[in-house]
């Protein structure tokens, strides 16, 4: 089973940036797997954010955060970013990453990311 852990979340201020990881376990790659990066604010529901789909790696992105952050992969497949720039309040969740392939639907823990001056 493939296990996700997400990390790089914190505290940042308004118009700042934060990069957050996924890695997967390194016996598994994730170069087959779609990925997808979500949301979830305190009393709100789950927001999907950005994603990469496979096939075609095309990355897509939420109205809210499209221009402002991007997600990628790194060369080695097992770990997928989401880089986020000129952060706002409104930002403020615990994110999540989930990989899909076939039948298989995995989630990570949750990193917090707090947007506040």
């Known amino acids: 089973q493939v296990q996700l852990v997400e990390s790089g979340g914190g505290l940042v201020q308004p118009g700042g940036s934060l990069r957050l990881s996924c890695a997967a376990d390194?016996?598994?790659?994730?170069s087959n797997w779609s990925l997808r990066w979500y949301r979830q604010a305190p009393g709100k529901e789950r927001e999907w954010v950005a994603g990469i789909e496979n096939p075609g790696e095309i990355p897509n992105y939420s109205d809210s955060v499209k221009g402002r952050f991007r997600i990628f992969r790194d060369n080695g497949k097992t770990t997928v970013y989401l880089q986020m720039n000129n952060l706002k309040v409104e930002d403020t969740a615990v994110y999540l990453c989930?990989?899909?392939?076939?039948?298989?639907?995995?989630w990570g823990q949750g990193t917090q990311v707090t947007v506040s001056s």
């Open positions: 989930n990989a899909i392939w076939a039948s298989y639907n995995i």
């Open positions: 390194s016996r598994f790659g994730l």
